[in-house]
């Protein structure tokens, strides 16, 4: 018999790999997704068969983290094994204009996902993993972050995820609940959404370089992050609910870099130099050379003439309309409880995620419907 998993989230980022990840372990995965006037399946098309098949190993359910009734009667039919709850609104500066909703999805789903499982006696049964965020440390009150550093969050967004962590803890001490929260730190790959800063960046240089996009506005450029691979942070998920017991675990990289140099480097990855000058909303950055062979083999000689022309021009600028009310400025995880207990290691480098995402996204950027001039445009506010 093959082991159940419920995803929430599926159509996300870590949903989609995750559920390839427990797929190729012989798992039968469901997921569920929310209903939307398109089919929004796109990061799982590959593995999606039809319902007509037998023996489906990908199933998917219409639901709503907000939905208890929904939750309970899909995990009512399903009877899971392992529940993966990474179903979020999960985007910081997002949080700030939908508080309410936030809390509701984020936090209280929770609450709905912990309490369908006990309502239908699934205790004994089901594990169930809680996507929790190195954004509770918010304003950080200790560096690096590990399990025991105290909370800080600085959004709706960490405040609803603050309720979620500590709801897990509670269920999983008062009715002895396998419930864990991996303490994840930032993770990106080229299935990361368009508007995160690291895919924000890697589709501008990628359309910067293919002359379809002249320059791109940013937020606060001074602040830091960990930032790992996607495809690492979802095995560390498989991991914790492998364990006889519950824990809580934070999944990092230990490095920590700055935004300023994370556009640096991906500009670097394709052979363009950025030179950053200025301070604060009068920071930007400058072409400042072309490494000729570089840009050549990654974007292509016919790009080059154009890109050399703009040499000593403005490719970056900052627009205040992307700061946030309240910013976390520093991210550096300690991932020794997860390296220790459960023989977790990164194994991309960041300059390994760099190159995979720019690889896919100046693939993206050529196809034909990207380079229609100006369409990039109708995205910038969200961005
Ligand atoms: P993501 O790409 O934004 O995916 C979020 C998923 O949640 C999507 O499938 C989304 O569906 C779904 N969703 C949102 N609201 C929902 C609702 N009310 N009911 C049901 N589904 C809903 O996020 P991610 O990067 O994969 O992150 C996965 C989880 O880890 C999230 O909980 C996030 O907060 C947390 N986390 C992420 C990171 C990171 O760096 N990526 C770090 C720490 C923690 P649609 O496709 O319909 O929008
Ligand atoms: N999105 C965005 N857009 N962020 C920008 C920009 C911009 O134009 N310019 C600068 N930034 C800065 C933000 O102010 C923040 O300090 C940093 O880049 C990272 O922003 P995001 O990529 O949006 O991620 P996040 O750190 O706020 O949140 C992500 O990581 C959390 C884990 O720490 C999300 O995935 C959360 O769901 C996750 O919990």
Redesign the pocket.
């Known amino acids: 018999m093959s082991k159940v998993a419920l995803i ?8 989609a790999y995750l559920a390839e990840y427990l797929i190729k372990k012989g798992y039968q995965v469901h997921g ?3 209903r ?1 006037s398109m089919f ?1 399946t796109e990061r799982i098309d590959h593995l999606y068969q039809d319902p007509h098949e037998v023996n489906r190993n990908l199933i998917l359910h219409y ?4 939905d208890s009734l929904n939750l309970t009667r899909i995990i009512g039919e399903i009877q899971p094994d392992e529940i993966y ?7 910081v500066k997002v949080s700030f204009d939908t508080p309410e909703y936030t809390a ?3 936090g209280l ?1 929770v609450l709905r996902i912990l309490e369908a499982v006990r309502l239908l006696k699934l205790t004994e049964k089901t594990r169930i993993y809680q ?5 509770l440390y918010g304003l950080v009150q200790e560096v690096p972050q590990k399990e025991t550093t105290p909370f800080y969050p600085r959004s709706p ?1 960490a405040v609803a ?1 603050l309720y979620g962590y500590w709801i897990t803890v509670n269920y999983r001490e008062a009715y002895g609940m396998h419930a864990s929260n ?7 790959s080229p ?3 368009e508007t ?1 800063v690291t895919r924000k960046v890697t589709r501008a240089v990628a359309r910067i370089a293919l002359g379809i996009q002249q320059k791109v506005y940013m937020g606060n450029l001074s602040s830091k992050r960990d930032w790992g691979h ?1 495809k690492d ?1 979802v095995r560390a998920m498989y991991l914790i609910l492998q364990q006889d017991e519950p824990s809580d675990y934070v999944i990092a990289t230990g490095i920590t870099t700055t935004i300023r140099d994370f556009i640096r480097l991906a500009f670097q990855e394709i052979g363009l130099e950025a030179e950053f000058k200025g301070e604060g909303v009068d920071e930007i950055a400058c072409l400042s050379a072309v490494n000729e062979s570089v840009f050549n083999q990654k974007i292509g000689e016919a790009y080059l003439e154009s890109i050399r022309k703009r040499i000593g021009e403005t490719l970056v600028g900052v627009d205040p309309q992307y700061f946030r009310p309240t910013e976390v400025d520093l991210l550096l995880g300690d991932a020794t409880k997860a390296r220790t207990i459960l023989s977790w290691e990164p194994r991309y480098s960041l300059l390994d995620l760099i190159q995979d995402m720019m690889l896919s996204d100046v693939k993206l950027m050529k196809k034909e419907s990207y380079l229609k001039k100006g369409g990039y445009q109708i995205l910038n506010y969200f961005e």
């Open positions: 929430t989230g599926i159509t996300g980022q870590d949903g569920i997704k929310r939307s929004n639901g709503d983290l907000t709850n990474l179903a979020a609104m999960s985007h509701n999805a984020d789903g996507a929790s965020t190195s954004e967004y995820k991996g303490i994840l730190f930032n993770h990106e299935l990361r959404g995160f996607a942070y």
